[in-house]
């Protein structure tokens, strides 16, 4: 971690290095970030920062969620279980195109709140533009369920509307996740 001077700013981090909002760790990230995390961001061609709370809170969740059923989540499938767009800022957001996720950012005054962390896994350093994950025409509710070993639909749905709670620390530790 680099300690903040007064005269940086979030959008211009020091070369080799990349910034984190504070809440992002709320939202469950964790260091070294997991290499699934690092492909979504790279495929997107975004920087870590460019994520809100809630877009970071579920793309971690659904990450906790599927390692926990011994899956990998893949682009793929998080394309087809949501959509991820950018405001005119660039700030990633997500909205789900058949699934009621729900989240609530409890932080206020968050863009004051972030740091500088060396970036030793390649992410991306400065803003850049969302590029569109691909849609697969092959994963639906039934390969979800048959992934998860779920019973029926509803039962997918409880487990995604509950996201927030795959990234307690327990869970995180659970999976491997957590430092």
Known sequence: MKVLARTDHAYFPP???????EFSLRAGLRFPPSSKVIDILTICGVCLSQFF?????????LIVLFRDRGVVLSSECLSRMGCLFSNAHG?????????DIRTRDPS?????????VQNDWGLQEKWG???????????GAEDLLRIFKLPN???LHYEVRYL????????????????
């Open 91 to 99: 700030h990633i957001s997500f909205r789900s195109k058949w699934l």
């Open 153 to 155: 639909l509803d039962a």
């Open 164 to 179: 927030s709670r795959y990234i307690d620390e327990e869970y995180l530790f659970k999976v491997g996740l957590s430092t």
């Open 53 to 61: 709370y809630r877009a970071m809170l579920i793309v971690m969740g």
């Open 108 to 116: 206020k005054g968050w863009i004051s709140n972030f740091f500088y």
């Open 129 to 139: 533009k969302l590029k569109e994950l691909p849609v697969p025409l092959h994963i």
């Open 15 to 21: 070369p080799g290095y990349v910034m984190v909002y």
